[in-house]
């Protein structure tokens, strides 16, 4: 999900927004959403970790698995 950028030597860069998405893939995942449901998510960009309460983040895993029918 995160194509960081490499030194001449192979280290990783990482820009601000490569750290704000390492973050909110690290709050889905500690809601318990799985990382196929993450990617979804962030793909959608429609939807802020900060704006969803756990009763609407059921809410998204069921519409996301309904989609997936």
């Not at 950028?5 to 820009?15: A, E, F, M, S």
């Not at 704000?20 to 970790?49: F, P």
């Amino acid at each position: 999900m995160i194509q960081p950028q490499r030194t001449d030597k192979g280290h990783r860069l990482y820009t601000e927004k490569d750290v704000e998405r390492i973050n909110t893939i690290q709050s889905w995942l500690s809601k318990g959403v799985s990382i196929g449901k993450v990617k979804a998510l962030i793909d959608s960009d429609t939807l802020s970790q900060t704006d969803i309460e756990t009763d609407q983040l059921e809410e998204v895993t069921t519409l996301l698995d309904a989609s997936a029918l």
